[in-house]
Nanobody, 123 residues
Framework: QVQLVESGGGLVQAGGSLRLSCAAS????????MGWFRQAPGKEREFVAA????????SNADSVKGRFTVSRDNAKNTVYLQMNSLKPEDTAVYYC????????????????WGQGTQVTVSS
């Protein structure tokens, strides 16, 4: 079983950066794929990025492509999402998720979810 807690969200000006963290607990953490998703009010949940081992999977959506980077520190049981050049359209609740390998875009592939952290980008 895996338990996840996100942190690092907040208010930031357009063009700024944030680094989100997801602290995980449970056995065999290094065996899981770790994904980041986001959901804005009235919108469907959107895949952002995921990582398993040294392999990463990135969103093909133009809204996030090239601006977000996922990384992992197994010694700290933590996954990160570095967000650069933030835009007001990035405002959403960001969720960390864990699931079995291999990497997937679909939220249905992930078994465990954190509570989310709010990111608000002002113009």
């Amino acid at each position: 079983q895996v338990q996840l807690v996100e942190s690092g969200g907040g208010l930031v000006q357009a063009g700024g950066s944030l680094r989100l963290s997801c602290a995980a607990s449970g056995r065999s953490f290094s065996d899981y794929a770790m994904g980041w998703f986001r959901q804005a009010p009235g919108k469907e949940r959107e895949f952002v990025a995921a990582i398993a081992g040294t392999t990463t999977l990135r969103s093909n959506a133009d809204s996030v492509k090239g601006r977000f980077t996922v990384s992992r520190d197994n010694a700290k049981n933590t996954v990160y999402l570095q967000m650069n050049s933030l835009k007001p359209e990035d405002t959403a609740v960001y969720y960390c998720a864990a699931g079995p390998r291999p990497l997937r875009h679909e939220p249905e592939a992930y078994n465990y979810w954190g509570q989310g952290t709010q990111v608000t980008v002002s113009s």
